[in-house]
């Protein structure tokens, strides 16, 4: 998979070479490619926004630059992901469902966003024919100074679900089978008793069917609690 994201702060990104991402683009199965907004600016002050139309308060990031921009990466099949407070959630099925595409494109807006133009633009006909998605996400009902925070959310999420990503892939089907929010139960390992606290007996007795039926009830409590 290809993803390139694209911000006025890609120092913000530095992360993305660290532990399983950063070993699986070592791998060729992931590509990371970030991007500085402001190195496509064609003024001398590298502007990327401007006052809004209509008023209000904050500023709104140019169309031209962010063109630019996506123009320089965008491929046939891509996903153009805006972040947006006011986009849709983003759920564990959007990522399983993220994982097919070739290229995702991640735009990080700033300040109060970007000119609604440019997701008019790529969501044109001329784009959708060449297998090219926009789509507006959030990760959560609270507002972030930017979406860069919000796409390293998506990027980790999505990447774990890569073939070779996870050191051990069994943890993704243990994942998968478990419904509605894939809430999992208390994990415990040594030492058996810890600060007066200990292992409950039942993951000590070796009985495989009962412990998996413990587990399932531990996980419903939890998901009931967490509601
Ligand atoms: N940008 C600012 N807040 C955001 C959020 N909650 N999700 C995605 N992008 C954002």
Known sequence: MRI?????F?????????????????????????????????????TVDDTPYGGGAGMVMLPEVWGLAIDSVIADEATLIVLTPAGTRFTQEMAYELTNAKQLIFACGRYEGIDDRVRQHYSADQYSARGIKVLEVSIGDYVLGGGEVASMVM?????????????NPESLVEESHMSEGYLEYPN????????????PEILLSGNHAQIAKWRATQAELRAKKNL
């Open 4 to 8: 390139d994201a694209i911000t006025i």
């Open 188 to 199: 415990f390992t040594k030492p058996q008793s810890w600060r007066d606290l200990s292992v």
């Open 155 to 167: 990027i980790e999420a999505i990447t774990r679900l890569l073939p070779g990503v996870l050191g």
């Open 10 to 46: 890609p120092d913000y990104f530095a992360p993305m070479q660290l532990s399983l991402l950063g070993k699986a683009q070592g791998q060729g199965i992931l590509e990371i490619n970030i991007h500085d907004l402001r190195s496509f600016t064609t003024d001398n002050h590298h």
